[in-house]
């Protein structure tokens, strides 16, 4: 599986910015994750590739929407209300298995990533 992942760029607070997340390959899961400078990696959300489940990290939750359309075969994250501390890079990543609602924040529930896209929120 290949993962590319884009639409980052650097935006004003409050601002709003979708990220896509172009997949090769056959998948079950979808996730984004992001990292901040300086700090570790953080789950931001994750859905099921057929449909159903989704899952939201506490810090994006009713800001951010995780989709995916299955005819081309991409991910997105749709990012409002954004915030400085929204700043990071991005990473797309994909899971072969279907992972319990619980796990689905697991990095190493995900077995490919993609390159990373940078989001940058300042005034």
């Known amino acids: 599986v290949q993962l590319q992942a884009s639409g980052g760029g650097m935006v004003q607070p409050g601002a709003s910015l979708r990220l896509s997340c172009a997949i090769s390959g056959r998948i079950s899961q979808v996730a984004w994750f992001r990292q901040a400078p300086g700090k570790g990696r953080e789950f931001v959300a994750a859905?099921?590739?057929?449909?159903?489940?989704?899952r939201y990290g506490d810090s994006v939750k009713g800001r951010f929407t995780i989709s995916r359309d299955r005819a081309k075969n991409t991910g997105y994250l749709q990012m409002n209300s954004l915030r400085p501390e929204d700043t990071a890079v991005y990473y797309c990543?994909?899971?072969?298995?279907?992972?319990?609602?619980?796990?689905?924040?697991?990095?190493?529930?995900?077995?490919?990533w993609g390159q990373g896209t940078l989001v940058t929120v300042s005034s």
């Open positions: 859905t099921d590739w057929s449909g159903g489940r989704t």
């Open positions: 990543a994909t899971s072969s298995t279907i992972n319990i609602l619980s796990a689905m924040a697991d990095s190493i529930r995900y077995d490919s």
